[in-house]
T-cell receptor, first 115, second 118 residues
Framework: GAVVSQHPSWVICKSGTSVKIECRSL??????MFWYRQFPKQSLMLMAT?????????EQGVEKDKFLINHASLTLSTLTVTSAHPEDSSFYIC???????????FGPGTRLLVL | AQSVTQLDSQVPVFEEAPVELRCNYS??????LFWYVQYPNQGLQLLLK??????LVKGINGFEAEFNKSQTSFHLRKPSVHISDTAEYFC????????????????FGKGTLLTVNP
């Protein structure tokens, strides 16, 4: 149980384009989802927290107009990187938890390369 | 606010040797504690967690950890490691249910790279 998937697993795009990453909870209802960014050989940096049906809460320093998060259903959250630039290249990981759970379950990650 | 310190960035060990990965935390509220493992180019997998009760918790793959409130530590141990245990290990903390939860946001340590050599 508690499986989280992400799609795509990797994506290469040109600078200036937008990229959408999906995060799905496959066998539970994800009332809360989290989006993280991880640079090579570093820890995870929380970007934002989203509760189903509500606007996402962004961490300090994260541009909400650049990283659009939508959590429209209990099984799906999307992260859209708008007007991507090379500095947005990174490993993006989502996690999810059900309302009564203390534990976050993580997706396999999406590697984004912006050329 | 919470913080997590993983004292060793890299731990090399030989196969079948015991290992301890150290984790200390700081928090103004009561906490939940977690260890996650990350294999190359993958997401995080939960190894074990401490929520309440017994301070010795057992997880998957033969790992265990002990919560020490007085020393604010949650060290991860395995009595005999395998080559397949080579990975990055992250300790994480969140506020507990009684502290207001705050969606149980996790604060991660910087990670410890465990390398098991033959």
């Amino acid at each position: 149980g508690a499986v989280v998937s992400q799609h795509p697993s990797w994506v290469i795009c040109k600078s200036g384009t937008s990229v959408k990453i999906e995060c799905r909870s496959l066998d539970f209802q994800a009332t809360t989802m989290f989006w993280y960014r991880q640079f090579p050989k570093q820890s995870l940096m929380l970007m934002a927290t989203s509760n189903e049906g509500s606007k996402a809460t962004y961490e300090q320093g994260v541009e909400k107009d650049k990283f659009l998060i939508n959590h429209a259903s209990l099984t799906l959250s999307t992260l859209t990187v708008t007007s991507a630039h090379p500095e947005d290249s990174s490993f993006y990981i989502c996690s999810a938890r059900e309302w009564y759970q203390e534990t976050q379950y993580f997706g396999p990650g999406t590697r984004l390369l912006v050329l | 606010a919470q913080s997590v310190t993983q004292l060793d960035s890299q731990v090399p060990v030989f196969e079948e040797a015991p290992v301890e990965l150290r984790c200390n935390y700081s928090s103004s509220v009561s906490v939940y504690l977690f260890w996650y493992v990350q294999y190359p180019n993958q997401g995080l997998q939960l190894l074990l967690k401490y929520l309440s009760g017994s301070t010795l918790v057992k997880g998957i793959n033969g790992f265990e950890a002990e919560f020490n409130k007085s020393q604010t530590s949650f060290h991860l141990r395995k009595p005999s490691v395998h080559i397949s245990d080579t990975a990055e290990y992250f300790c994480a903390v969140s506020g507990n249910r009684g502290s207001g939860g705050s969606n149980y946001k996790l604060t991660f340590g910087k990670g410890t790279l465990l390398t098991v050599n033959p």
